[in-house]
T-cell receptor
Framework: EAQVTQNPRYLITVTGKKLTVTCSQNMNHEYMSWYRQDPGLGLRQIYYSMNVEVTDKGDVPEGYKVSRKEKRNFPLILESPSPNQTSLYFC??????????????FGPGTRLTVL | AQSVTQLGSHVSVSEGALVLLRCNYSSSVPPYLFWYVQYPNQGLQLLLKYTSAATLVKGINGFEAEFKKSETSFHLTKPSAHMSDAAEYFCAVRVDTGRRALTFGSGTRLQVQP
């Protein structure tokens, strides 16, 4: 089954304790992206990757890091989480071929609470 | 820069009634427009997308949307609501840039009353 998986689905942590949220896709997609969803704000892009070893900032990258060492994986790293990073996080992937209308497929989300 | 406005954070309809969820966009270049649905505790699922091939776009679950350039709108409709349509709906726009970021509206929560 074609899918985007995220782990963990739920996480409660404390300020300053480094954490990683994993994202993996099995569709051989080149493009991957992280979004955060906050009430009343919709989804905002954090980072994206056009392919292996190619990453760039989205709209709200502060406090986050990413890496793309393998095509299928795109982990989101919070080196020193703060309460304002409490949010619902989504990973997405798509082909990045010639068409701009390639559908982005979303993972199930990771609900993060930083105390 | 592009943006999306969804009018009405909550919409309530009766089962069998028309569903109309409003979306207006702003973009300085031809946009690509999407509607996603999010069921409770789930990720986002694509309902339909506008790719400039046709202004009336049909999607899954009986939904459709019409692109109106003169009104900069992409409203989502369904002739007859079903209880299973209760969810949150997001309109999104993307312009043809390398970043491929979707700019989302703030979402509309649809309630369907029996």
């Amino acid at each position: 089954e074609a899918q985007v998986t995220q782990n963990p689905r739920y996480l409660i942590t404390v300020t300053g304790k480094k954490l990683t949220v994993t994202c993996s896709q099995n569709m051989n997609h080149e493009y991957m992206s992280w979004y955060r969803q906050d009430p009343g704000l919709g989804l905002r892009q954090i980072y994206y990757s056009m392919n292996v070893e190619v990453t760039d900032k989205g709209d709200v990258p502060e406090g986050y890091k990413v890496s793309r060492k393998e095509k299928r994986n795109f982990p989101l790293i919070l080196e020193s989480p703060s309460p304002n990073q409490t949010s619902l996080y989504f990973c997405a992937s798509s082909f990045s071929g010639g068409t701009s209308t390639d559908t982005q497929y979303f993972g199930p989300g990771t609900r993060l609470t930083v105390l | 820069a592009q943006s999306v406005t969804q009018l009405g954070s909550h919409v309530s309809v009766s089962e069998g009634a028309l569903v109309l969820l409003r979306c207006n966009y702003s973009s300085s270049v031809p946009p690509y427009l999407f509607w996603y649905v999010q069921y409770p505790n789930q990720g986002l699922q694509l309902l339909l997308k506008y790719t400039s091939a046709a202004t009336l776009v049909k999607g899954i679950n009986g939904f459709e949307a019409e692109f109106k350039k003169s009104e900069t709108s992409f409203h989502l409709t369904k002739p007859s609501a079903h209880m299973s349509d209760a969810a949150e709906y997001f309109c999104a726009v993307r312009v043809d840039t390398g970043r491929r970021a979707l700019t989302f509206g703030s979402g509309t929560r649809l309630q369907v009353q029996p």
